[in-house]
């Protein structure tokens, strides 16, 4: 099992944080080979489901989750949304919080723990780096683009 948490403060509102790092398809628009598909009906809440689809041809996966905890901030009140990763290859969950930073920006932090299954847990320092590194790059892209 991998667990990593990523941090980053942003000089955006606590709203437009959450909406970055939340509308699921931009997912795709930052991770390489993958694509998003929510299953159930828009807006987010409790119960929404998606599908993050990552690789090409027959060395591709699917990333099934559900969003467990969904409680949106205000403009000054803090945020939380809670993945539960329920996919016969990775498994775990992902927390995504925003709360108020310093000098009115907001202050995100990225919680994640996976499985993978498969590789044995010799390699779990292998995939926490790497998973570091691509959902590093993945929430700064997010956190940049409008």
């Known amino acids: 099992m991998a667990n990593f948490l990523l941090e980053?403060?942003?000089?955006?509102?606590?709203?437009?944080?959450?909406?970055?790092l939340t509308e699921w398809p931009r997912h795709a628009?930052?991770?390489?080979?993958?694509?998003?598909?929510?299953?159930?009906?828009e807006p987010t809440?409790?119960?929404?489901?998606?599908?993050?689809?990552?690789?090409?041809?027959p060395l591709s996966f699917e990333d099934p989750m559900e969003v467990t905890v969904w409680q949106p901030p205000g403009d000054d009140t803090p945020g939380r949304c809670r993945l539960e990763k329920r996919g016969r290859v990775i498994t775990g969950w992902a927390e995504i919080e925003v709360r108020p930073g310093p000098g009115g920006r907001a202050r995100v932090v990225w919680r994640e723990e996976?499985?993978?299954?498969?590789?044995?847990?010799?390699?779990?320092?292998v995939v926490e780096r790497a998973a570091r590194y691509v959902f590093g790059r993945a929430m700064n892209r997010l956190l940049r683009r409008v």
Do not use: Y
């Not at 628009?29 to 009906?41: A, F, I, M, Q």
């Not at 809440?45 to 041809?57: D, I, K, P, Q």
């Open 8 to 20: 980053r403060t942003v000089p955006l509102p606590l709203p437009e944080a959450w909406r970055r």
């Open 114 to 125: 996976l499985r993978v299954r498969f590789v044995p847990g010799v390699l779990d320092g």
């Open 29 to 41: 628009d930052v991770v390489p080979l993958t694509r998003v598909r929510v299953t159930t009906p």
């Open 45 to 57: 809440h409790e119960g929404t489901r998606f599908v993050a689809r990552s690789g090409l041809g």
